[in-house]
Structure formats: structure tokens, C-alpha cells
């Protein structure tokens, strides 16, 4: 579904990829694990549109879409959360998942050249039968998505996400991620932040996911839970592919071993100080 | 040979361009550290003049004097602005802090109006008007004076920043301020040296454009703002040796292009340049770098705050109570009232873009320019009926105005201000220029009133319930799209475009239709004002009406319908009810503006 050969993007002097491959199959569970800076978001930025690379390409279901906009690769199927979380702060919970579902509008975004935008205010302003039915349809669906994170997002639908924790807005984006329907759905350290328990909880629905078919790629640096999930485990480190396999296979190859221990030292020698 | 004329146009155009250096400099200096655009330093530079004339004109001082006298007293009107109107806001929205420059702006214009009466004065040249032979043109002794200032100044701003202490402490916090306070920089004290430094530059600025030109009057901040804005712009926002190159290239650019067209297209040449950068290099010329983006500088105006739900019985009653109010015999009210849903018009097509979709726009009557003159214009040239022309002027206007903002789509942030802001201009100066269209200077004049259907609304009554009708519908119509898809799609491109278009929210698509919704309303709104007061030109929808309208929307909440209504008709009847004279007004405005930012950004209902 997804193939990447020869990543590379640079800023200034430090490149940050250097020539990724990398191919992940329909249904299939990818992690990509790393020590910090290892480049991992920028590859992520790199596929999804935010960043165009230097060097290489990206295939998206055989279709060329190297350096194409965020937009087009939502089209085609791809969502993607974010590692800082970019919720819509003034946006309701409910709006935020809405959002998600932007490109499964149909009846609201007619697809006629030129004067598509055109029709789509007259269709908001005019709001005819279809156009409501295909809004309840979303708002059902949605609400549906928010239900499977228990009771922590439906009660809070109609809040705004600004008041949000920190654990429930990582929800959202993943709520809104999953309101696209996505083909490949990209996860930047879903459990960033979350205690044990919160995490345990994500890994259960990251695993319903996965035992649903999603195709999933997913960055994380909580070991055991990429151990666990992942068919395959790709290691980065300075923007370089160090090991890729099986996860077990993975956890001990030595280069692995060494770029976790080296940054380990490194941070124990920080600490020290 | 015809070189003469040429070498004159050269000199003109880098003495006008060192004055605009040095205008510039201080726009970048405070860009740097404060990441801020400062809208109030033409008027510091207004102030500048002011403070030369009352020094020799009362105090008879000599030149040295007058410059000195000029440097301290800018210099703590800076350390003022900064102390008093911006430090307080620091930790906020970025736009924040640049609408509070702009209310200061207000505030020091209209003092200056105040204390030294709004006539123009005349600033005498001190050094005398000894012009001497170079080639085949000549040079003035305050020519070589302002060059020589501009280069001083400039070489004492380099030593300066480069070799002493506090020098260092700009240099830092302009690179991070936080990275800065933490190694001990005391930041608040780098802000307000920067802004003395920036507010005496810009001051001494004014004095020798008001003896260049021996004219000095209280409008003649606006312009300075822009001019020092756009060569700023040139050189690259923040960067301080690009700004003295961006107001050298300016002037002479300016300088040429009266050469060739005209002096009226003065403007139109700074502003066509500004448009230009923006679009082509928005780094600035100078800037080589291109890895790291222009910065995005987002965070909208937008508070985080819960709006108030009004019951919808309280907003139906009070559409009947205005219904019935033409039942009261009291013309002065009604008219007084038409005023305000006139501008509630253009309120709530600046709501919708500055408010729903994020995008500060700083020129927005010009929409109201645009549709005033087409209406008029299908109306006197070719006969068109007005019940036909107002919402023929409407779709003009929709289309228009989306074209003329189309560059500014991809832009965020302060880029989007400045950019509306220059086309909000250029629509000025080409409605000025283009005399076989639209009459120039002259304006329209003779406009039938409005008419439905045959009959001329002539009365105050009637002229009054069709505003009122319009009103209502576009506000139903607004909140009907908000309540769509639209709605979700337009605020989540202003809480984070990003993130947004990576859920396939096209931003450039979605802007576009917030504009030609935007721009037909406000174009109906220009049209029927024309037809009321039966004369427009080119100044009737001036900047300052695109300032007013932003100050009644965030008075109203951003983004928020009803508060948009709400805030052009308490901001246009108040002062009629109190009957303020028009000076007070205007300073009325900008503390309103002010006070609002600093203490209820989310305004009266809240933004949506």
C-alpha cells in the first residue's frame, strides 16, 4: 500500500532522513522506534504532506504522491495524528471528529470543476434533504468513533477541546484520524504524556484496530506495546535505517542495543552533571 | 543631454529612501525582539514633527537642539508605548499586541489633532536652502544632512548592537527571548530599549521629512507606518540591515516611478511592490536562506471563551422592536441607526473572515469601495435600475474582492494584515487614478437613491426597514453557513491550518468562499451607502473605516453574528448619542480598541 524508497530531507547542514525505504502492506501493523531525533516525525511529515523531501519518493497505493499536498494525501485515504497534538482548541470534541470526516463529504462538496466552491455555499446556505441526511449520517458516525473510548470523550462531545487533559486530546486525534476512514493510519507517540493506565487503555484500542484490519504505522517509544502489536519494526537512528524485522529480531540486533544504550550513557552522563 | 533630471530623481529618491530607512530600522528592531509589526510608529514619527516645530517655532532652538529635543522626547514616548500599552499583553496572541499598536496609533494621531489643531504646519528648514552643482543635477545642504543622519544612524545602531553589552541583549532575545531571560537578560528592559532606540529614529525621521517637505499635519502617520512597513517588508521582516536597503530600493522606486507616471502614483508603486514581495519573497530580498519557512507567526485574535448563548426570543424580540422603531417619529434615531447597520454590513463580512476564518484583514473597506462604485457606476453610465445594481454590485464585489485577496490566501498571520492592508490601498489609489472609469478625484456624484421595484426609498423610514431587511437576511444567511459544514471547516483553518489541511480541509478553497461570501455583503452594504449619500470617492471607504470595522467586531466577540451587529451599532450611535465631536471620536475608538484587547479579547458575546 505504502512504499518509500530513498527518503532524504535536510535542513542546513544536518540531515535529518537519509534515504528511508520503507513498505507497509494492506492490514499490515509497521512501528518505527528510535532514540529522539532520530528523524522519525520528519519521515512522518515527509509522507503526510507537511514537508516536501530532498530526495526519494512515496507511493501511496501505486500512485506517485512524492511531495504532494496534505490535502490530496487525505483524499487518497491517509490520516495521520500528531506527536504535540493539534487539536482544534475552539472546535467542540464532536466538531473536531467532523472535521475528520471532511473528505467523506459527498452530497455537501460537489465535485464540479470551477465553480464546485460556488455550488458547495449554495448547497450550505440552501441545506436540502440530502446534504442534512449525509450530516446526520457523519454525526451518527462520529459519535459512534467517540464511543469507543468508553465514557472519557462521549460526555464531553460538546465541550470545547481547549478544556481538555492532555490524555483526552491525544484521544481526539485519534478520533479524528479514524472519522476519515483512513486506508493508513499514522500514529505519532499516541501515548505520549498518559500514565499507565491511560496507555494500557490506548494499547487496547490500538489492538481492536488492528484486529479490525486497519493498516497502521505507527511511531511510539513505549517498547513493550510495539513489541506486542507490531508485524514490523523499523529502527531509525540520525536519519538512517539501523534495523528492520520482526520484533523480535529487532529488539536485539545490536545496533539497536547500541544506539539506545549510546543516547542511555549519554543521558546518564547529562543527568550527572 | 537628459541625465540631469535622472541624477535630481536619484538624489530625491535615496534622501525620501534614508528616511524611510530609518522608519524601517526601527519597524525591524522592534520586529526582532518583540516579534511584533508596529503600527504606532508612524505616529511617533507624526509626534517627532510636532515635538521639531513647537521647539523652534517656541523655543527658537538651533538645529542640534532641535534634533536632541526630538530624540528624548520619542525616545520616552517609545519607552511609553511599550511600558504602558504592550507589555501587558506579552504571552498572548501575536495579532494581539499589533491591533494594540494600532488603537496607540489612534490615540497619538488624534492628541496630536487635539494639542496642535488638525491644519497643516509649515517646519522650517534651519540649515537654510544651499543647493550645489554635482553633474548635471544638484544636491541641498539638508539633503547631505539627512544622508548623513541616515548613514550615522546607522553606524551607530551597528556598534551599538555589536559591540556593547546591552547590544548583545537585543542581538540574544531577538534570537529567543526565552532561551535569553533564562541566561539573565533582563528582556523587559531590551524591549524598551529597543523602543526608545526605534521611536527616536523614527521621530527624527519626522523632523527632517517635515523640513524636506517644510509641510508637517497629523495625517501623516498612516502613510509613514506603511511606507516603513513595506521597506521593511523588502528587506525582510526583523532583518535591520535589509530594512536600509529596503528603504533605499523603496524610495528610489517611488522616486522613478513619479519620474515616469506621475506623482499621483506615488503609492500605487510602493504598494504594487509590497504585493509583490509578499507574494514572491516573502523573506524579504535579502534573506538567502531558504530552509527554514517564512515563519508562520499563527495564533489568531480568537480568546479562548465560551460565547453567550442568547435565547433566540431575545434576538426575535429585538429584530421586532427594530421593526417597529420607525413607528416613533424620530428621524434623527433612525438615521443615526441606519449608520450603524450600514457598518453592521461590513461587520459582519469582516467577522466572518477576521473572526470564523481567522484572517485579520486590514483592508476591508475597500470591499465596501468596490461595490459603492460599482453600483454607482452601472447606475449613472449605463442606466441600470438600482434594485438591479446593488446585487449586481454584490457578485462584482464577491468576485473582486476574492481575486484581489487571492494572493494573500496562502499566507498567514501578520503576512495576511499587511498584505489586505496594501491591497485595501491599492483599491484606493487605482479608484483615484483611473479617471476614465471612475472619475478620479471627482468621485460619483448624483446617485438615484435606493429603489425596489420602481419606487426610490427616499424616506428615512424607508431607507431604514430595506438596511434593516438586509441586515437580518445576510446575519440568517451567515449563520446558517456557520451551522454547516463550512462553519467547521473555516475555524478549524483557524485553529490550525495544518492541521486542517492534513484532514483534507483545502484552506486556500475554504478562504476563498469566506471572502466572496464576505465580499458580496459588504459590496451590498458599499452599494446602498452610495445610493444613500447619493456622493462616494475615493476616500469615503478609507482605512481608518477598515480600523473602525475591526474594532466593532472584536467589541462585538470575533467571529460572533450577533455581537458584530451588536458592535457597529454601539459603536456608530454612542458617539452620535453623546454627541461627541468628530476628534474625540476617533481617540474614543482606539481606547475602546485598546482596552478591549488588554481586558475582554473574547468582546461583549464572545468569540464563536
Known amino acids: ?273 | 543631454m537628459m541625465l540631469g533630471p535622472w541624477l535630481d530623481y536619484t538624489v530625491n529618491g535615496l534622501i525620501i529612501g534614508n528616511i524611510y530607512a530609518l522608519l524601517a530600522v526601527g519597524l525591524a528592531l522592534i520586529f526582532g525582539v518583540a516579534n511584533l509589526i508596529n503600527f504606532a510608529h508612524g505616529s511617533v514619527y507624526t509626534v517627532g514633527a510636532y515635538i521639531g516645530w513647537a521647539s523652534i517655532t517656541f523655543l527658537h532652538t538651533p538645529l542640534p537642539i532641535t534634533l536632541l529635543l526630538v530624540i528624548v522626547g520619542c525616545g520616552l514616548l517609545g519607552i511609553a508605548i511599550e511600558r504602558v500599552g504592550l507589555r501587558a499583553l506579552h504571552g498572548r496572541s501575536r495579532i494581539a499586541p499589533l491591533l494594540a499598536t494600532i488603537g496607540i496609533s489612534l490615540v497619538l494621531d488624534q492628541l496630536v489633532q487635539l494639542i496642535c489643531s488638525p491644519d497643516p504646519r509649515a517646519l522650517p528648514n534651519q540649515l537654510g536652502d544651499r543647493r550645489f552643482q554635482i553633474g548635471g543635477g544638484t544636491i541641498g545642504t539638508l539633503d547631505i544632512l539627512i544622508a548623513g543622519i541616515g548613514i550615522g544612524s546607522a553606524a551607530l545602531l551597528y556598534l551599538f548592537l555589536r559591540f556593547t553589552k546591552l547590544g548583545w541583549a537585543v542581538r540574544a532575545t531577538a534570537q529567543d527571548q526565552d532561551a535569553a531571560r533564562q541566561m539573565g537578560v533582563d528582556t523587559d528592559r531590551v524591549n524598551m530599549t529597543v523602543f526608545a532606540i526605534a521611536s527616536a529614529l523614527g521621530g527624527v525621521g519626522g523632523v527632517l521629512v517635515g523640513m524636506y517637505y517644510n509641510d508637517i499635519d497629523p495625517n501623516m502617520s498612516f502613510d509613514a507606518t506603511l511606507k516603513g512597513v513595506v521597506a521593511m517588508m523588502i528587506g525582510g521582516l526583523g532583518n535591520v540591515p535589509g530594512a536600509i536597503g529596503g528603504g533605499l530600493l523603496l524610495g528610489l522606486t517611488e522616486s522613478y516611478g513619479i519620474a515616469l507616471f506621475g506623482s499621483s502614483y506615488r503609492n500605487l508603486f510602493a504598494f504594487a511592490l509590497l504585493i509583490l514581495i509578499l507574494v514572491a519573497a516573502p523573506n524579504g530580498l535579502f534573506q538567502r536562506r531558504r530552509e527554514t519557512p517564512p515563519e508562520p507567526l499563527t495564533g489568531t485574535f480568537v480568546a479562548r471563551s465560551r460565547p453567550v448563548r442568547l435565547p433566540p426570543w431575545l434576538v426575535a424580540g429585538a429584530v421586532v422592536v427594530a421593526a417597529l422603531l420607525p413607528l416613533t417619529n424620530q428621524p434623527y434615531l433612525l438615521q443615526t441607526l441606519t449608520n450603524g447597520l450600514l457598518s453592521a454590513l461590513l461587520a459582519l463580512s469582516l467577522t466572518l473572515v477576521a473572526g470564523t476564518v481567522g484572517q485579520i484583514s486590514l483592508g476591508h473597506a475597500a470591499l465596501l469601495a468596490i461595490g459603492g462604485y460599482a453600483s454607482g457606476l452601472l447606475a449613472l453610465d449605463l442606466g441600470w435600475p438600482v434594485d438591479l445594481g446593488v446585487p449586481a454590485a454584490g457578485l462584482i464585489t464577491a468576485a473582486l474582492g476574492t481575486l484581489l485577496v487571492y494572493p494573500a490566501l496562502r499566507m498567514r498571520g501578520h503576512y495576511v494584515s499587511i498584505a489586505t492592508l496594501g491591497i485595501g490601498q491599492i483599491v484606493a489609489l487605482v479608484i483615484l487614478n483611473w479617471t476614465g472609469l471612475t472619475r478620479g478625484a471627482m468621485g460619483l456624484t448624483g446617485l438615484p437613491p435606493p429603489e425596489i421595484g420602481g419606487f426610490d426609498l427616499t424616506s428615512v423610514r424607508s431607507v431604514y426597514w430595506l438596511v434593516l431587511a438586509l441586515v437580518v437576511g445576510i446575519a440568517l444567511l451567515q449563520a446558517r453557513l456557520l451551522s454547516s459544514h463550512l462553519g467547521r471547516a473555516w475555524r478549524a483553518i483557524r485553529e490550525d491550518d495544518v492541521a486542517a489541511r492534513s484532514y483534507g480541509v483545502d484552506a486556500n478553497r475554504y478562504k476563498a468562499m469566506a471572502f466572496a461570501f464576505g465580499g458580496f455583503g459588504a459590496g451590498v452594504g458599499g452599494a446602498i451607502t452610495a445610493h444613500v449619500y447619493s456622493y462616494i470617492d475615493y476616500q469615503t471607504f478609507s482605512a481608518t473605516l477598515s480600523i473602525l470595522a475591526l474594532t466593532m467586531v472584536i467589541l462585538g466577540g470575533l467571529g460572533n453574528i450577533v455581537g458584530a451587529i451588536l458592535g457597529a451599532v454601539v459603536l456608530t450611535a454612542l458617539p452620535e448619542m453623546f454627541r461627541f465631536a468628530a476628534d474625540y471620536r476617533m481617540l474614543a475608538y482606539g481606547l475602546v480598541l485598546l482596552l478591549l484587547i488588554r481586558y475582554r479579547p473574547q468582546g461583549l458575546l464572545g468569540t464563536v
Open chain 1, 1 to 273: 500500500m505504502l512504499q518509500v524508497r530513498g527518503l532524504a530531507r535536510r535542513f542546513g547542514g544536518v540531515t535529518a532522513v537519509a534515504g528511508i525505504d520503507l513498505d507497509v502492506a494492506e492490514g499490515e501493523f509497521v512501528s518505527i522506534i528510535g532514540p529522539n531525533g532520530a528523524g522519525k516525525s520528519t519521515l512522518f511529515n515527509l509522507m503526510s504532506g507537511l514537508d516536501r523531501p530532498d530526495a526519494g519518493s512515496v507511493r501511496f497505493d501505486g500512485v506517485d504522491v512524492t511531495g504532494a499536498r496534505p490535502e490530496r494525501l487525505a483524499a487518497l485515504g491517509l490520516a495521520r495524528t500528531f506527536q504535540h497534538g493539534r487539536v482544534f482548541g475552539n472546535l467542540s470534541v464532536l466538531d473536531n471528529v467532523l472535521v475528520g470526516a471532511h473528505t467523506r463529504l459527498r452530497a455537501a462538496r460537489p465535485a464540479v470543476p470551477v465553480l464546485g466552491a460556488l455550488l458547495e455555499l449554495a448547497l450550505a446556505a440552501i441545506l436540502p434533504g440530502s446534504v442534512r441526511a449525509e450530516e446526520r449520517a457523519l454525526r451518527a458516525d462520529a459519535e459512534k468513533i467517540l464511543a469507543m473510548f468508553g465514557d472519557r470523550l462521549l460526555p464531553r462531545r460538546d465541550q470545547p477541546a481547549f478544556g481538555l487533559s492532555y490524555a483526552n486530546r491525544r484521544r481526539v486525534e485519534i478520533a479524528r484520524a479514524l472519522a476519515l476512514r483512513p486506508r493508513l493510519l499514522m500514529m505519532d507517540e499516541p501515548t505520549a504524556g498518559m500514565n499507565e493506565t491511560e496507555t494500557a487503555e490506548m494499547q487496547e484500542l490500538i489492538a481492536g484496530l488492528k484486529a479490525r484490519g486497519q493498516t497502521i504505522l505507527l511511531i511510539e517509544h513505549k517498547l513493550e506495546m510495539v513489541m506486542r502489536l507490531s508485524d514490523r519494526v523499523l529502527a531509525m537512528d540520525d536519519g538512517r535505517r539501523i534495523a528492520e524485522g520482526p520484533p523480535d529480531a529487532v529488539r536485539h540486533d545490536p545496533a539497536v542495543i547500541e544506539a539506545y544504550l549510546g543516547h542511555a550513557s549519554m543521558g546518564q552522563a547529562e543527568a550527572a552533571e
